[in-house]
């Protein structure tokens, strides 16, 4: 009801707006918007560093696999890993007019020296590299998206973008949508699959379930990790319901008998779309490259893979690798909103209730991560930062709701957010080699491999030659390529005399 103006009263003023309120109010107005600026921005950061660096040692094996497919239609260099993300980074060079060079296979590093082939063809590296690595920008913008849709359907729009902003700065998810692997294509696609599950429960209506099913089709296409990953995921979401919730169990029987036909439906999709990545291929079963990967996966996780960690060297891994890897390698700043988003979690805050998905979906890939015998770098459990960007994410925006009343509250999360910026931003463009303050100054003597030297820094290496005026360099290198004749190197001697 207006009230009646006084005579002679002064005229009526706004009651100032709270700092919070207002912050949140821009975001919920703006968030769309300020998503894509952050993806842009993020995007330009990513492709400013594709001629810094040099190959490192698994893009061009990757490569070589794509290209085959491409110009071929096989898929025999190795079956290992799935086709998707090796043929979306062969697919530059392919229309560049770059195929297969035919290098024969009689080693393990043929495959490697094929793709070699394939980067010095024509005699414009730098512009084939680049190519490469730009087939994997689309999968960091669909992981974006992930995120973004994610934050928005189960929090607010608010915390959507912030969740966007925290992912969009890590380094390590930087340094991986930079690089033609496989990582990123797996970090994208496993969080689709994981929302399109929650939304196909949630609605299960068939085109829910086509979609549930192209996601983790695309999934399994992108990385074999999908089939641990995304069961231990839903699992422990599936627990935290029941826990929290806890549904008669006649009620979750017939919900689940509801489901059953549309669940048919999105598994026939990732069936078809799978062997569809594979080209359809038949021999005694559908896509025996599928199998046969499946195989050798299992074969290399039972074998082992040579692995460093505070200072100790193992073929079985560490079971504290992965979370002594996710405590250097990503900024303080977001492991204390990540902290502060479970902590919420857990303590079952009613504007928390969402939050029991995106922390299952991280703590699933971290729980197979402790049991896993092939311990070489943050990338392969990269998807865990969905999960936890949406966790921080709210955090940041519940801490600015309590920041009305408590303004400490307010400067406690400006300092964190800037300081997260600052680390990001400060680490262009060695995002590969990023570790945290907790690693000191020497963390080569935490981690190695693809957590800080995968090889990236030959071309600067080369320049820091010349500018020395070297000769002549004593060096085993543990990467295949053309260091002399494609680097400018001066002659290299590898026969070291070892003293012990």
């Excluded at 492709?47 to 239609?73: Q, R, S």
Aim: charged share 15%; hydrophobic share 50%; with cysteine.
């Amino acid at each position: 009801m207006k009230q009646q103006k006084r005579r002679g009263a002064p005229p009526a003023t706004a009651a100032p707006v709270p700092l919070p309120l207002a912050a949140e109010g821009f975001l919920e107005r703006h968030g769309r918007g300020i998503a894509v600026a952050l993806v842009v921005v993020a995007s330009i950061r990513i492709i400013a560093t594709y001629t810094v660096f040099n190959h490192t040692y698994d893009e061009p094996a990757h490569i070589a696999c794509g290209m085959e497919w491409l110009d071929k239609g096989v898929y025999r260099w190795e079956p290992q890993h799935p086709p998707l993300a090796r043929v979306a980074t062969a697919l530059g060079p392919y229309l560049l007019g770059t195929r297969c060079q035919n290098t024969p296979n009689v080693d393990l590093a043929s495959m490697t020296k094929e793709g070699l082939a394939i980067l010095y063809y024509g005699h414009h590296y730098d512009l084939t590299l680049a190519l490469a690595r730009l087939g994997v920008l689309p999968f960091f913008w669909i992981a974006c998206l992930v995120v973004y849709g994610w934050g928005r359907r189960y929090f607010t729009p608010s915390v959507a973008v912030v969740a966007v902003f925290l992912f969009s700065f890590l380094p390590p998810v930087l340094a991986h949508a930079g690089l033609a692997t496989t990582d990123m294509a797996l970090t994208a696609f496993l969080g689709a699959a994981f929302l399109g599950a929650l939304i196909w429960v949630e609605r299960p209506t068939l085109g829910h379930a086509a979609l549930f099913g192209v996601c983790t089709g695309l999934a399994m296409l992108s990385k074999f990790s999908t089939l641990v990953f995304f069961p231990a995921g839903v699992g422990l979401a599936l627990a935290w319901y029941v826990v929290t919730e806890r549904p008669n169990p006649g009620w979750l029987l017939g919900a689940a008998r509801k489901r059953l036909p549309s669940f048919g439906l999105a598994v026939l999709v990732a069936c078809l779309l799978t062997w569809a990545g594979y080209r359809f291929s038949f021999s005694k079963v559908p896509a025996p490259e599928l199998f046969q990967g499946i195989q050798d996966v299992m074969r290399h996780n039972a074998e082992g893979h040579p692995s460093f960690l505070l200072g100790e060297r193992s073929n079985t891994g560490f079971w504290y690798f992965y979370p002594v890897v996710l405590a250097v390698k990503t900024p303080i700043a977001f492991l204390l909103l990540a902290a502060g988003g479970v902590t919420f979690a857990v303590r079952k805050r009613e504007w928390f209730r969402c939050a029991g998905p995106p922390l299952a979906f991280s703590a699933g890939i971290v729980l197979v991560g402790l049991f896993t015998h092939i311990n070489i770098g943050v990338r392969h459990i990269l998807p865990v930062y969905i999960g936890f960007s949406l966790l921080a994410a709210a955090a940041a925006v519940q801490w600015l709701e309590l920041g009305r009343a408590r303004k400490w509250i307010l400067i406690v999360v400006a300092v964190l957010v800037v300081w997260l910026a600052g680390s990001s931003l400060l680490s262009h463009p060695d995002y590969l080699a990023y570790f945290n303050e907790l690693a000191g100054g020497q963390p080569e003597n935490i981690l190695v491999d693809s957590d800080l030297d995968w090889g990236q820094d030959v071309k600067r290496l080369s320049a820091r030659l010349h500018e020395a005026g070297a000769q002549q360099l004593t060096w085993v290198p543990l990467q295949v390529t053309e260091f002399e004749k494609e680097f400018g190197f001066p002659p290299i001697d590898t026969h070291m005399d070892v003293v012990n």
